[in-house]
Nanobody, 123 residues
């Protein structure tokens, strides 16, 4: 029903920046809350950031506060994750997700997931 495609990952040096994009199909994008998650090698998937459907209200995991910014452009069916001051510990596969439900949000409640984009930060 909802297809999500991430892009913008790559290899950067410590202190560098990347901007991830997640484009959703369908006409219901503006009705979904959006989030970003990441999964590092050998670790569980963890919450990174989230934004409400109307935009404005945002939520961030402690390790990325002050460095990452989530935003969305509903006219383009796209959510972004601007990542600045990247650290090696940010290395992971980053996934965007859509949450049609409210229960558990912003860290839970996501029903739709993209395939992920690799972010590697070299030291």
């Amino acid at each position: 029903q909802v297809q999500l495609v991430e892009s913008g990952g790559g290899l950067v040096q410590t202190g560098g920046s990347l901007r991830l994009s997640c484009t959703a199909s369908g006409r219901t994008f503006s009705n979904y809350k959006q989030g970003w998650f990441r999964q590092a090698p050998g670790k569980e998937r963890e919450f990174v950031a989230a934004i409400r459907s109307r935009g404005g209200s945002t939520y961030y995991a402690d390790p990325v506060k002050g460095r990452f910014t989530i935003s969305r452009d509903n006219a383009k069916n796209t959510v972004y994750l601007q990542m600045n001051s990247l650290k090696p510990e940010d290395t992971a596969v980053y996934y965007c997700a859509a949450a049609p439900r409210t229960l558990g949000w912003p860290t839970s409640g996501y029903d739709y997931w993209g395939q992920g984009t690799q972010v590697t930060v070299s030291s």
